[in-house]
């Protein structure tokens, strides 16, 4: 697995000690009379964003201070890290040497010359990144030291940090245009187009409904309602019965009856229609078991927030359906495993929303994450990940995942039992399961699984050894993937590389058999195989002659008509990233993605996710071919996206900076409308022919950088509640008129009221019912004008508090009520209703 073996004299083969405690994930002693790993104090620190001899590059450092009363010497041992970025490898100044081991995988280590460091001295190790740092995500992180006396003893450098970027030569970004800080003024700015509502403006359903009627008095909720409902909404039956405050009578409250039946003009099987009258109670009809379950929560968003004096629902009648079938959320659990309990609480907060397709992101080249029968190293090795001088025992450390093969973020799958478990838990609250197998690429946690498989069938004598082997021992093709792996695509020549397709594919449909969940497509990847792959393989040429192809993009199509039969033969469907819909070709010289007519009567559905420059329109132009397509556009939908440029604020920035109301401003059928810099001049638009093969839009959330599960919740929420809003509703008036100026006073209107009801009603209804979201408070906007400090916050209604003594401000701080007139530092910071502080902003008023 590592590439970074230790000196021959000091390697062990597999019946040696230090190898067999590697496999069984055992700690050995570090050699004597040299410096601990665990000892170690370690400081990350970005110098210059621009490098002055470097331009386009990032100069950062490493200051690793001794703590031990022991010399790190000056050879036998390396530093090893993760970073997403290239760095450039060589000899450094101090006589060290960078190197890259595999993809993000680098290491430090001492050249001849080198003076070692002894006990309580620091040093200062300096290195260039090839492009331009701007978001602290892609700094170093998970160091651990090897020595090469004990190759298989990896101790993580705990005492690490990365220190702030603050410095104006840190901030420079003359050579990465578009990259410009946001500042407390800006925010300030932005967050004008909305004001604070009276409670009764405030929309009451998010999202927004087909039709409301308001009706003109109050129900009163005197005691728990009486459910009746027939014996198949009984799951329906209990989510009514939860919906209601503890704290009421037992008895005594209003009627509320559930059912399934015909909703007036609705043929969405997901149609509702909810009527609360004061004399006969609360009625809702769906035209199937998920439409009374929608009704459910939109009558959870009309209930008052817990707590209220004298609750009570509004008199009214609400008809509705969803604008679109598909309403998507993706769950990357590969390059950072999540356990179920975190997928069950993003499967109550889908449904919650009305989202109702759960694309579970199972596979990558840092993991596989569901257990298959009949290939235990899938899991064994391919769903861990920690240090090992020898090859085939586990996956590297990746995205800070460190030397320990228990730590929870690298390691981890779901068992069968784990799988059947959320799969009846997702059809419970009407979510379809998605799994997704990634292939081609994307593919290394499997490529290195059943390579160990082969090698350990061959050593004990199995004839079947090869028999799922995913790469051509001979293949000396170059080529690097994104994240830099040149060892990570299966092999399209190999049958051993559709046995295992099949294999795979055959037990993932028994897997929702037993669970008693249907099972319509299996995503199968299709995601960012580099070029250069295959063309030096002698199994992927002689397929080629074989079957008359051209050239490997030839091979591409001949990969997935294989895989497409595997999975009709189960009475699946193929669904994929959009490259499985297009094909590659050069225009100008220039490389670009066209609609493959191969495929567009195969039934496919594509996931378009490039609109960045050149491909803003791809997703409309494989609508307009023929593709089904589901919506997930880089800079409208990718959850892992940072809200902005500033150096703390979490997240990546490969494709976009996505803000909440760039994700509220998507237009599905007309997405290049409001682009900036008309950069929808000259773009395919959507056919009606197009329009009809649009399945709906999907949230994406990418885990590079998420190892904690409250940074799924700052990333995704409440973003993922615009992305239902879109999902759900039909376009709003300000997304279709043609009248420039008119469109915008009506988005001001549709904006205010939609930040009003997440501020006021929906993220409090979280607060107080205890559910432990840790959404994203974002930092108030702040303006110094005439002496005074103005703040505002995108979210209105969120309280917010302020200091004058450049303290951090505290939930018994002093609320902002207008204008803060004092002087000095003002820091402000708004706070959620159980006095939870979001970021703080901060201005001089001197």
């Known amino acids: 697995m590592m590439a970074a073996a230790a000196p021959a004299a000091a390697r062990q083969d597999g019946q040696g000690a230090p190898a067999a405690a590697a496999m069984r994930g055992e700690r050995q002693a570090e050699p004597p009379g040299v410096a601990s790993g665990a000892r170690l104090r ?22 690793l201070t001794n703590n031990d009363s022991q010399p790190l010497p000056p050879g036998g041992w390396s530093l090893y890290f993760n970073s997403m970025d290239s760095l450039a490898t060589g000899e450094l100044a101090g006589r060290l040497v960078l190197e890259q081991v595999a993809g993000g995988l680098w290491r430090l280590r001492p050249a ?43 101790v993580a450098i705990t005492d690490f940090q990365h220190l702030p970027v603050t410095r104006p030569e840190q901030l420079d970004r003359r050579s990465a245009p578009g990259h410009a800080l946001v500042t407390p003024a800006d925010t300030y700015r932005r967050n004008q187009r909305a004001g604070l509502l009276p409670a009764a403006a405030v929309p009451p359903v998010l999202p927004t409904p087909l039709q409301l009627q308001p009706g003109g008095g109050t129900l ?42 015909s909703v007036p003009g609705q043929s969405s099987p997901e149609a509702y229609r909810l009527a609360i009258a ?105 769903a861990v990940r920690g240090h090992s001088a020898k090859p085939g025992v586990r996956l590297q450390p990746a995205y800070g995942s460190g030397p320990d093969p228990k730590d929870a973020g690298g390691s981890g799958f779901y068992s069968r039992a784990d799988y059947i478990e959320i799969l009846r838990y997702a059809a419970a609250r009407h979510i379809e399961v998605i799994p997704e197998i990634e292939m081609p690429g994307h593919a290394r946690a499997a490529v290195q699984a059943m390579e160990a498989r082969y090698h350990r069938l061959k050593a004990a004598g199995g004839r079947d050894a090869a028999k799922y082997l995913l790469k051509d021992f001979a293949d000396r093709s170059v080529y690097k993937s994104p994240q830099m792996y040149n060892d990570h695509v299966m092999d399209p020549g190999l049958e051993s590389t559709y046995t295992f397709i099949e294999h795979v594919v055959a037990e993932v449909v028994k897997l929702h058999r037993a669970a008693g969940v249907p099972l319509r497509t299996i995503y199968m990847g299709g995601d ?116 902005n440029a500033n150096p703390e604020e979490p997240g990546v920035n490969w494709g976009a900076y996505v803000e909440l109301d760039d ?4 237009i599905p059928f007309d997405y290049l409308k409001n682009a900036p810099g008309g950069a929808g001049a000259g773009k395919d ?88 979201v840790a959404y994203r408070i974002a930092p108030p906007g702040l303006l110094v004008e005439g002496g005074r400090v103005l703040a505002n916050h995108v979210l209105p209604g969120l309280a917010l508090r302020y200091t004058s003594d450049g303290s951090a401000p505290t939930a018994t701080s002093r609320v902002v009520a207008g204008p803060i007139a004092e002087r000095g530092t003002i820091r402000v910071a708004a706070f959620d209703r159980n006095g939870r502080a979001g970021a703080v902003a901060s201005v001089d008023n001197p």
Do not use: C
């Open 42 to 63: 370690l400081r990350w620190e970005l110098q210059r964003s621009v490098a002055e001899a470097a331009p386009g590059r990032t100069q950062g450092r490493f200051i």
């Open 663 to 666: 994700v509220y401003g998507f």
């Open 112 to 154: 001849p010359g080198f003076a070692g460091l002894a006990a309580g001295r620091t040093l200062e190790i300096p290195y260039l990144h090839n492009q331009v740092m701007i978001k602290l995500a892609h700094a170093p992180v998970g160091p651990y030291l090897v020595y090469d006396a004990a190759p298989d003893t990896a």
């Open 278 to 382: 004061a004399g006969s109670g609360i009625d809702i009809v769906g035209n199937s078991a998920a439409g009374v379950a929608h009704g459910l929560q939109t009558l959870r968003e009309l209930l008052p927030l817990p707590g209220a004096a004298a609750p009570a629902l509004p008199e009214l009648t609400i008809v509705d359906a969803p604008r679109f079938g598909y309403r998507g959320f993706m769950l990357d659990v590969s390059r950072n495993f999540h356990g179920k309990e975190t997928v069950f609480r993003w499967l109550d907060l889908m449904a919650r929303f009305k989202l109702n397709k759960f694309h579970f992101h199972l596979t990558e080249d840092e993991g596989w994450r569901l257990e298959i029968a009949g290939l235990p190293e899938l899991t064994s090795i391919g």
């Open 685 to 772: 638009r959507l056919t009606d022919v197009g329009k009809r093969h649009v399945r709906g839009i999907q949230a994406t959330l990418f885990t590079e950088t998420v190892r904690d599960p409250a940074l799924i919740d700052y990333l995704v929420m409440p973003r993922l509640v615009a992305v239902a809003e879109r999902a759900w509703a039909p376009d709003p008036a300000w997304a279709t008129g043609s009248d420039a100026a008119r469109n915008e006073a009506l988005y001001r209107t549709a904006w205010s009221g939609f930040v009003n009801a997440l501020g006021q009603r929906v993220l409090p209804r979280l607060d107080l019912e205890g559910r432990g």
């Open 528 to 643: 960012e195989v580099p070029d250069g792959a295959w063309e030096r393989s002698p199994a992927s040429q002689a397929r080629m002659r074989k079957a008359g192809l051209e050239s490997t993009v030839d091979l591409w199509d001949d990969f997935y008509e294989r895989v497409d039969r595997i999975l009709r033969k189960h009475g699946l469907f193929t669904s994929g990233w959009e490259e499985i819909a297009a094909r590659k070709t050069l225009l100008d010289g220039k490389p670009k993605l066209v609609p493959n007519p191969r495929f567009t009567r195969h039934g496919f559905t594509a996931y378009v996710w490039n609109n960045t420059t050149g491909a803003e329109d791809l997703a409309y132009r494989l609508a307009n071919a023929g593709y089904d397509i589901v919506l997930a556009p880089v800079t409208k939908m990718y959850m892992d996206m940072a809200h």
């Open 220 to 261: 009163a909720l005197s005691g728990q309602p009486a459910v009746t409902a027939p014996a198949a909404l009984a799951t329906e039956a209990a989510l009514a019965r939860s919906l209601f405050p503890a704290s009421l009578p037992p008895a005594g409250g209003p009627a509320l009856r559930l059912s399934v039946g």
